[in-house]
């Protein structure tokens, strides 16, 4: 597997990961069925995991956010934003190593823009 495909793989763990907090502190357990994600969720789960795959920019972006073409539809995209803004904090929490290394490729990618 190459150095791009497991970034890949990675970013899109960690968007599933904060879908699936977000789906599991904001909807119901009848909606989840169990463990699992509502079929809102999932599906916003599945196009994240779509848009990924087929990202031209995977080699030199660090996340999706940082990107200069936005390929998310604008209702998609207003969905991920507010899993964004609900979970990224929470993240330190819940997977802290994760949160921790989002902020230290953010800083660092924040610092390169401004050189």
């Known amino acids: 597997m190459n150095k791009v ?3 890949r793989q990675k970013e899109q763990y960690i968007v599933e990961e904060m879908i699936r ?4 502190k904001n909807h119901l357990e009848e909606e989840r069925q169990g463990r699992q994600m509502c079929p ?6 599945d196009y994240a995991k779509l848009r990924s795959q087929k990202c031209p920019f995977m080699e030199q972006k660090t996340f999706c956010a940082n990107c200069k073409v936005h390929c998310y539809k604008p209702e998609k995209r207003e969905q991920i ?35």
């Open 5 to 7: 495909e497991k970034k």
């Open 21 to 24: 907090l977000y789906c599991r």
């Open 40 to 45: 809102v969720c999932q599906e916003l789960s």
């Open 81 to 115: 934003r507010r899993v964004m803004r609900f979970s990224g904090p929470r993240m330190l929490m819940h997977h802290p190593i994760l949160a921790i290394w989002h902020l230290i490729c953010s800083k660092r990618e924040a610092k390169v823009k401004n050189l």
